[in-house]
């Protein structure tokens, strides 16, 4: 026999039914959290707290390799720039070296000439010699000093002047020797060559004004006149010291 339940009851028992088991499932969704959710969420928070430390690290560390490649950069530059003043000190070493070279060469060449200056007379007289026949030429007077400016290997009106005062109009035979001479400023081989033009001025006036035979001439540039070691001077006393040097001696030598 079939019973039925009323309408009225049977909503009851499922509306109990269903909240029954709604709280079962709240009981469980709860511990489910508890249990599985939370402990995630903490893992992850810890995480994240990491990653954070790890992200400012890295940025730290970035930070310090930027330091770094500063640091290099500069240090590389250094040694660059280290390395540009080594080669130029290099080349400046390798042409000083060169200029002394030169220098000496020069110098020596100028010893070499003003040891050969008793030569030139030699073959000077030789000459004349040949010409006139042997006579016994001695020095007459002192020798005549001509003066230049800085650098210059003209005449002026005082060394003419003083050139005109040779007496070799009356003389009948007789030897000149002309020999120039530069201070110490500028390189050897400069001063050499311009000894060399201020004795040639001279000659050029002797032969040209005093009617002097060029074959009773002995002409030598002797270079530059160094400056005394260990002497210590003022530089007026310097000035006047080069100033000297910047000269050329006449020689007048006779047989009469």
Do not use: W
Request: charged fraction near 25%.
């Amino acid at each position: 026999m079939i019973r039925y339940i009323p309408f009225q009851k049977l909503s009851l028992v499922l509306a109990g039914s269903v909240l029954l088991l709604s709280s079962t499932g709240c009981l469980a969704t709860r511990k489910h959290v508890k249990n599985t959710v939370d402990p995630i969420n903490t893992k992850v928070g810890a995480l994240e707290t990491k990653t954070t430390q790890q992200g400012t690290q890295i940025e730290n560390l970035d930070r310090g390799v930027a330091r770094l490649d500063e640091t290099t950069k500069a240090i590389d530059d250094k040694a660059t720039a280290a390395g540009r003043d080594a080669r130029a000190a290099q080349q400046a070493a390798a042409t000083a070296d060169a200029k002394g070279v030169a220098a000496q060469s020069a110098a020596d060449q100028a010893q070499g000439m003003v040891r050969t200056t008793d030569g030139k007379v030699v073959e000077a007289t030789k000459r004349i010699t040949a010409l006139e026949g042997n006579y016994d030429y001695k020095a007459v007077g002192s020798p005549t000093v001509v003066h230049f400016g800085l650098n210059k290997d003209e005449l002026d009106d005082e060394a003419k002047a003083a050139l005109s005062a040779l007496k070799v109009s009356g003389l009948k035979r007789y030897a000149v020797e002309v020999q120039g001479f530069a201070d110490p400023t500028g390189d050897a081989a400069s001063n050499l060559a311009l000894s060399e033009r201020r004795a040639n001025a001279v000659v050029r006036y002797l032969t040209s004004e005093l009617k002097v035979p060029l074959y009773r001439i002995a002409v030598i540039g002797s270079g530059e006149i160094p400056a005394e070691k260990g002497v210590k001077q003022t530089r007026a006393e310097r000035n006047a010291a080069r100033a000297e040097a910047r000269r050329v001696e006449v020689k007048l030598y006779s047989a009469d």
